[in-house]
């Protein structure tokens, strides 16, 4: 089981990206899914959430600028980022609590990864 991102790269500020994440492998079910991001010399931070149904939470920081959501039939989780800015700069992180068919309702955490995410003129 695997969990890879795409989408990252460089913007300036008010720029718009949008982030993937795509969970392959033996997966049962696929419960919540999380985006994280770690700037240099900081920790690690929740940045969105959404469960297996369509309730969402937003870090305070990103309210209004970031949308997350799933596609459950292709088994991805995306991140709309728009208005852009220089702190919103870090490597992304995709984290997905999933099970597998050997233990179906016992959830593990997955990672990605990550993507660098940088916000410059």
């Known amino acids: 089981v695997q969990l890879v991102e795409s989408g990252g790269g460089l913007v300036q500020p008010g720029g718009s990206l949008r982030l993937s994440c795509a969970a392959s492998?033996?997966?049962?079910?696929?419960?919540?899914m999380r985006w994280y991001r770690q700037a240099p010399g900081k920790q690690r931070e929740l940045v969105a959430h959404?469960?297996?149904?369509?309730?969402?939470n937003y870090a305070d920081s990103v309210k209004g600028r970031f949308t997350i959501s799933r596609d459950n039939a292709k088994n991805t989780v995306y991140l709309q980022m728009n208005i852009l800015k220089p702190e919103d700069t870090a490597v992304y992180y995709c984290?997905?609590?999933?099970?597998?068919?050997?233990?179906?309702?016992?959830?593990?955490?997955?990672w990605g990864q990550g993507t660098q995410v940088t916000v410059s003129s």
């Open positions: 492998g033996s997966i049962f079910r696929i419960y919540a």
């Open positions: 984290n997905a609590q999933m099970s597998i068919p050997a233990t179906p309702t016992v959830p593990y955490s997955y």
């Open positions: 959404i469960a297996s149904g369509p309730n969402t």
